[in-house]
């Protein structure tokens, strides 16, 4: 292996795309500084406030009864007082940044800029059009939704990473149930990979068993919310003037009318959402600003399987593409489609990171064209506009206008 990666280096040498070490170009120095200059004008490109409908959502809670979505308003909202929109204001921020703090120590655990020097996989990321969506979604449930994703990809044993699994998998699905389609994939195969570096028929079987286990819990908990997770509207109006008493801002109410709703009276709602003229180009264009970077992300990941599984990739690949693509699903129950799209983005970089962590071998020095893909990619994240929440719009051009104008993103709600 490492005899093929200095011909490999050495091909990318008298094609003159590698020059010394002193090029800035093969710096890790300069793409480390890149990254976070690009990382940071992508996160300013998209922060603001938390908006009214991420506002009334986390003051959801138990007080009428179990429902969907009461878990994080029971357990955080009322002992800080997110009622107070400055508490939650500060609370939401103050995740959002943890959430890139935590990212940025996975990179760095997993060890991937050594382990595809010179580093441009991170700047990658950094400047992508889901960092910006993920500073925008300031205040949703989005943000611990993902830092509860991230928590077992840090534990390098199988057996812990499935217990610290179950444990955020449960807790994600009754904060959100977004996360069974977004999230739960991921864990469950980070939890199979275990298979491709178990050193004994046990500890493989536990990868298999685990992963399975893990899925099956968390389709139980989604069936059971599915079932009894709905609240009536005798409820919802009860649960809107108990939070209205102890907020201090509007609060939305379109958020209290979505409750009662069914995920069969959903799914009605999207196949109207569907038949929209604007809806096929619009999903196109939100697919246009976040794939470019999730495709070159999931090409280094194949690139990195390749090299240090050989013979097994094939299915570690599979089990990778399809967490990585699972949340492209939650556009089958809203419409929220930026945010499922930057969801696809998300997952590429961590699934990159857990390739990285947990069969991480000798460096490897990427293609010339994957390099090439790179720089591309990083000038179309740094051009990237469009249509955000609350028919708010970054045009870094004055042409350009999303098909999608005529609606506001979040006026049909999904999961």
């Given at each position: 292996?490492?005899?093929?990666?200095?011909?490999?280096?050495?091909?990318?040498?008298?094609?003159?795309?590698?020059?010394?070490?002193?090029?800035?170009?093969?710096?890790?120095?300069?793409?480390?500084?890149?990254?976070?200059?690009?990382?940071?004008?992508?996160?300013?490109?998209?922060?603001?406030?938390?908006?009214?409908?991420?506002?009334?959502?986390?003051?959801?809670?138990?007080?009428?009864?179990?429902?969907?979505?009461?878990?994080?308003?029971?357990?955080?909202?009322?002992?800080?007082?997110?009622?107070?929109?400055?508490?939650?204001?500060?609370?939401?921020?103050?995740?959002?940044?943890?959430?890139?703090?935590?990212?940025?120590?996975?990179?760095?655990?997993?060890?991937?800029?050594?382990?595809?020097?010179?580093?441009?996989?991170?700047?990658?990321?950094?400047?992508?059009?889901?960092?910006?969506?993920?500073?925008?979604?300031?205040?949703?449930?989005?943000?611990?939704?993902?830092?509860?994703?991230?928590?077992?990809?840090?534990?390098?044993?199988?057996?812990?990473?499935?217990?610290?699994?179950?444990?955020?998998?449960?807790?994600?699905?009754?904060?959100?149930?977004?996360?069974?389609?977004?999230?739960?994939?991921?864990?469950v195969v980070s939890v199979l990979f275990g298979a491709g570096t178990a050193q004994s028929e046990g500890q493989r079987r536990l990868a298999w068993t685990g992963g399975v286990a893990l899925l099956l819990i968390g389709g139980s908990l989604v069936a059971y919310l599915g079932r009894h997770g709905s609240i009536t509207q005798a409820q919802a109006d009860q649960l809107r003037a108990a939070n209205s008493l102890k907020a201090d801002r509007w609060l939305e109410p379109e958020v209290f009318r979505v409750l009662p709703r069914t995920p069969q009276e959903n799914l009605a709602v999207m196949k109207s959402v569907w038949s929209r003229p604007t809806f096929?180009?619009?999903?196109?264009?939100?697919?246009?600003?976040?794939?470019?970077?999730?495709?070159?992300?999931?090409?280094?990941?194949?690139?990195?399987?390749?090299?240090?599984?050989?013979?097994?990739?094939?299915?570690?690949?599979?089990?990778?593409?399809?967490?990585?693509?699972?949340?492209?699903?939650?556009?089958?129950?809203?419409?929220?489609?930026?945010?499922?799209?930057?969801?696809?983005?998300?997952?590429?970089?961590?699934?990159?990171?857990?390739?990285?962590?947990?069969?991480?071998?000798?460096?490897?020095?990427?293609?010339?064209?994957?390099?090439?893909?790179?720089?591309?990619?990083?000038?179309?994240?740094?051009?990237?506009?469009?249509?955000?929440?609350?028919?708010?719009?970054?045009?870094?051009?004055?042409?350009?206008?999303?098909?999608?104008?005529?609606?506001?993103?979040?006026?049909?709600?999904?999961?």
């Amino acid at each position: 292996m490492g005899n093929g990666e200095s011909v490999e280096y050495q091909s990318e040498r008298n094609e003159g795309t590698a020059g010394a070490e002193s090029n800035a170009w093969d710096s890790p120095q300069f793409w480390r500084w890149t990254a976070l200059g690009l990382g940071a004008i992508a996160f300013v490109k998209g922060i603001r406030e938390p908006n009214a409908w991420s506002y009334t959502q986390a003051q959801f809670d138990y007080s009428v009864g179990f429902m969907r979505r009461g878990l994080f308003g029971t357990v955080v909202g009322r002992p800080l007082g997110l009622g107070q929109y400055e508490h939650f204001m500060v609370v939401s921020t103050g995740l959002l940044l943890l959430l890139f703090v935590v990212l940025a120590l996975l990179a760095r655990t997993s060890k991937i800029a050594e382990r595809t020097p010179p580093g441009e996989l991170l700047a990658v990321y950094a400047s992508s059009y889901s960092v910006t969506y993920l500073a925008h979604l300031n205040g949703y449930l989005d943000i611990p939704l993902a830092l509860l994703c991230v928590a077992p990809l840090f534990l390098r044993s199988t057996g812990w990473r499935l217990l610290a699994a179950v444990v955020c998998a449960t807790a994600g699905i009754l904060i959100h149930e977004q996360f069974f389609f977004a999230f739960l994939p991921l864990l469950v195969v980070s939890v199979l990979f275990g298979a491709g570096t178990a050193q004994s028929e046990g500890q493989r079987r536990l990868a298999w068993t685990g992963g399975v286990a893990l899925l099956l819990i968390g389709g139980s908990l989604v069936a059971y919310l599915g079932r009894h997770g709905s609240i009536t509207q005798a409820q919802a109006d009860q649960l809107r003037a108990a939070n209205s008493l102890k907020a201090d801002r509007w609060l939305e109410p379109e958020v209290f009318r979505v409750l009662p709703r069914t995920p069969q009276e959903n799914l009605a709602v999207m196949k109207s959402v569907w038949s929209r003229p604007t809806f096929w180009p619009a999903q196109v264009e939100s697919l246009l600003f976040f794939f470019p970077s999730a495709a070159v992300l999931s090409w280094a990941t194949l690139l990195l399987l390749r090299h240090w599984m050989p013979g097994r990739y094939r299915w570690l690949y599979a089990g990778a593409a399809m967490a990585t693509l699972a949340p492209l699903s939650l556009h089958l129950f809203g419409w929220d489609k930026s945010r499922w799209n930057e969801l696809l983005c998300l997952n590429a970089f961590l699934m990159l990171l857990l390739v990285s962590r947990q069969f991480g071998g000798e460096p490897v020095r990427l293609p010339v064209s994957l390099r090439r893909a790179c720089i591309v990619v990083m000038l179309l994240n740094m051009a990237t506009g469009g249509g955000m929440l609350d028919n708010r719009h970054i045009r870094p051009f004055p042409f350009l206008q999303s098909p999608d104008d005529v609606h506001a993103e979040g006026s049909v709600v999904g999961p």
